[in-house]
C-alpha cells in the first residue's frame, strides 16, 4: 500500500517558527513540551525498542547534478534562501547495507518549505527476497508484512515526482542515494541529479560535543525534541529527520549562512 499526502494539505511544523525566526539563544534549546502526533498506521510506523544504530558502509561519494535548475526568480536553488526552498526529506528501510547485495523494504519522504510539513509519501516494497532476522528485529519489518507490498517499479516513480523540484535530504545521504541510483538502474529510470543535504554531515559542523555525544538520528532527534521519535521506520524516521533539518537551518541563519552556495565550503554536507 502506497500512502501519499499531498503538497496541499499543510501542517504547521517546529512550533511556529520558519526559518527566518529570532536568532537562537541558549534558552531555546531547553527541554519543551513535545507536541505528539497522532499514530500512524502500524504498517507504516512500527516503534521499535530504540537500538544501537549499525555502521553503515557507505557507496561511493555523492555526485554534483548535472545542471543546476533554475527557479521561476530565474535563480537556481543554490542561490535561493532557505525559506525559499522545498525539501524532500527521505529515508529507506533494506534488507543491508550495500546496494550491490541488499534490497530496499520501505520507501518514505517528508516534503517539506520554511519549517512546514507540505505533504508526505510513505510506502512498503516487496524486495523479493528473504528479510534477515538481524533486519526484522531492528525495523519490525517481516516477510508476510511484505507480501503483498508492491514491488519497486511501482513505487518509485511515485516517490520521484513526489520529490520533483526538490533538494533531497536524508541523514547519511550517501546510503540512502546509494540504494535510490542503483534502484533506477534497475527500474530503467534516469537518476533527476538532485541536489542533495546530508544532515549527518551538517550536524557534525554545526552541534558542539558539549551538546550531543554523537550525531545519529536518535541522539538529535532527543536533542531537539523532534516531534517524531527515530524508529528505524522510513516515514518516523523521515519525519524525525525533517524536524532536526529544521532546528539546523535555524542555527545557520544565526550564524548568518542562508543559501546553499554558502554550504559548499564544508565538505560533503552538500553535492
Known amino acids: 500500500m502506497v500512502s501519499v499526502t499531498r503538497p496541499n494539505v499543510i501542517a504547521q511544523a517546529m512550533g511556529g517558527h520558519g526559518y527566518g525566526a529570532a536568532p537562537l539563544a541558549p534558552g531555546e534549546m531547553a527541554p519543551r513540551e513535545p507536541v505528539r502526533e497522532a499514530a500512524a498506521p502500524r504498517k507504516l510506523a512500527l516503534v521499535k525498542p530504540t537500538a544501537a ?20 526568480a530565474g535563480l537556481t536553488q543554490a542561490e535561493l534562501e532557505f525559506a525559499e526552498l522545498e525539501f524532500a526529506v ?16 520501505e520507501v518514505a519522504a517528508v516534503r517539506v518549505r520554511n519549517g512546514r510539513r507540505l ?18 528485529d531492528l525495523t519490525g519489518i517481516s516477510d508476510w508484512m511484505l507480501a ?28 540512502d542515494i ?3 541510483r542503483a534502484a533506477c538502474a534497475e527500474c530503467g529510470l ?20 558539549d551538546e550531543v555525544p554523537d550525531c545519529k538520528l536518535g541522539t538529535l532527534a532527543g536533542f531537539f525534541r523532534a516531534r517524531t521519535t527515530p524508529s ?17 537551518i535555524r542555527r545557520l541563519t544565526h550564524h548568518g549562512i542562508r543559501t546553499l552556495d554558502q554550504l559548499r565550503a564544508w565538505p560533503d554536507v552538500v553535492a
Do not use: Y
Open 53 to 72: 544504530e549499525p555502521a553503515e558502509p557507505k557507496p561511493a561519494g555523492l555526485e554534483p547534478a548535472a545542471q543546476p535548475q533554475l527557479t521561476q
Open 178 to 180: 546509494g540504494f535510490l
Open 232 to 248: 528505524h521506520r522510513a516515514l518516523a524516521d523521515a519525519r524525525a529527520t525533517a524536524d532536526v533539518l529544521g532546528w539546523l
Open 119 to 136: 505533504g508526505e509519501f510513505a510506502s512498503l516494497v516487496n524486495p523479493g527476497v528473504p528479510v534477515p532476522l538481524g533486519i526484522e
Open 190 to 209: 534516469a537518476w533527476p541529479g538532485f541536489t542533495v543535504l546530508d544532515t549527518v554531515m551538517l550536524a557534525r559542523q554545526l552541534m558542539d560535543p
Open 90 to 105: 527521505i529515508d529507506l528501510e533494506t534488507t543491508g547495507w550495500s546496494p550491490g547485495v541488499a534490497a530496499i523494504t
Open 148 to 175: 503483498a507490498a508492491p514491488r519497486l517499479p511501482a513505487v518509485l516513480p511515485g516517490l520521484l515526482d513526489f520529490a520533483d523540484g526538490c533538494v533531497l535530504v536524508a541523514h547519511n545521504a550517501p546510503f
